[in-house]
Nanobody, 121 residues
Framework: QVQLVESGGGLVQTGGSLRLSCAASGSIGRINDMRWFRQAPGMQRELVAAISSGGSTNYADSVKGRFTISRDNTKNTVYLQMHSLSPEDTAVYYC???????????????WGQGTQVTVSS
């Protein structure tokens, strides 16, 4: 089994910064895309940023220029650096990884448990 554990959420004032981390562990053969999603109360989960195994990135329009996704393949970890935060960024942030799970000899989708980001006005 593969586990994704997020950290780095919290309460920050408008204009502040936070850095989220998500570490994957377990029966990992290979990790393809890693992504960050977020879900605000009463809203659907939305893709925030994604990074391929080769380092190609893409972002939601709402976070371009403010958020940066990166990964450390040696640590099986993905990061989300967030700057210029606003109350509209308040949500639970989830990481996702497409993993070749050695236990199943197949690619499977895994999610973290979520970390709360709250931006006060």
């Amino acid at each position: 089994q593969v586990q994704l554990v997020e950290s780095g959420g919290g309460l920050v004032q408008t204009g502040g910064s936070l850095r989220l981390s998500c570490a994957a562990s377990g029966s990992i053969g290979r990790i393809n895309d890693m992504r960050w999603f977020r879900q605000a109360p009463g809203m659907q989960r939305e893709l925030v940023a994604a990074i391929s195994s080769g380092g190609s990135t893409n972002y939601a329009d709402s976070v371009k220029g403010r958020f940066t996704i990166s990964r450390d393949n040696t640590k099986n970890t993905v990061y989300l650096q967030m700057h210029s935060l606003s109350p509209e960024d308040t949500a639970v942030y989830y990481c996702y990884a497409g993993v070749f799970d050695l236990r199943y000899s197949a690619f499977r989708n895994y999610w973290g448990q979520g970390t709360q980001v709250t931006v006060s006005s």
